[in-house]
């Protein structure tokens, strides 16, 4: 529904483009799916439909892959932040796509535990 898809010129030019020098291509649709069956559902559409799927994390990267040079729909997973399971005795944590660096380290607070930049894995 409306809250969960944009078709406006700002939303999907802020979703076109990343840190990068590359210019701005933006998507047709900007999504934000807030579970993984809707993920699942999304991708499926765009496949059957021959769509390009983009996916977008917080449009920090250097290298221009959000960029939609042919269109299609940008997957913004931003609302999928949730921190399923950690397990302190084999260092791991289970997250979902929109969990940032910064809200993980958050979360981990008082556990002896942090994720620095540049680790590569989540």
Same mark, same amino acid.
């Given at each position: 529904? @409306? ?6 010129? @700002?939303? =999907? ?5 990343? /840190? ?23 991708? @499926? +559409?765009?496949?059957?439909? =021959?769509?390009?799927?983009?996916? &977008?994390?917080?449009? %920090?990267?250097? /290298? ?10 940008? &997957? ?5 932040? @949730?921190? %399923?399971? +950690?397990?302190? /005795?084999? &260092? ?16 981990? =607070?008082?556990?002896? +535990? ?9």
């Amino acid at each position: 529904g @409306a809250p969960n898809v944009s078709t406006a010129t @700002a939303v =999907r030019e802020q979703h076109g483009h990343d /840190e990068s020098m590359h210019p701005c291509a933006p998507p047709d649709v900007v999504v934000w799916p807030q579970a993984v069956a809707q993920v699942q559902e999304l991708a @499926a +559409l765009c496949h059957r439909c =021959r769509v390009p799927m983009v996916p &977008f994390g917080t449009g %920090t990267g250097l /290298e221009g892959g959000v960029n939609a040079v042919q269109g299609g729909v940008c &997957f913004d997973l931003s609302r999928m932040d @949730a921190i %399923t399971e +950690l397990s302190l /005795e084999d &260092f791991s944590v289970t997250v979902e796509p929109g969990v940032t660096r910064k809200a993980l380290n958050q979360h981990l =607070r008082g556990t002896g +535990l942090w994720f620095p930049v540049g680790t590569v894995g989540i």
